[in-house]
């Protein structure tokens, strides 16, 4: 190895994660780039996570 490269040993099931991170991210990134409106919701899903009830988006018909 040269003096300016970096070896790194990931375990199998880490690259697994970080592989399907990328996935998501690509995902929600493509949908961005496309001006869909994503909910927060939405966005927690595509990533892999759920939202406490006090972070989620509002319905459209309570909000006055």
Same mark, same amino acid.
């Given at each position: 190895m040269g003096e300016? !490269?970096?070896m790194v040993n990931i375990p199998?099931?880490?690259l697994e994660v970080l592989l399907?991170? !990328?996935?998501?991210s690509e +995902?929600?990134?493509t949908m +961005?780039?496309?001006?869909d409106? +994503?909910?927060?919701e939405k966005i927690a899903d595509i990533?892999?996570?759920?939202?406490?009830?006090y972070k989620r988006d509002?319905?459209?018909k309570e909000v006055v």
């Open positions: 300016n !490269e970096l199998y099931s880490r399907d991170t !990328e996935t998501r +995902v929600l990134k +961005v780039m496309k001006n409106y +994503v909910s927060n990533l892999g996570f759920k939202l406490p009830p509002k319905d459209p």
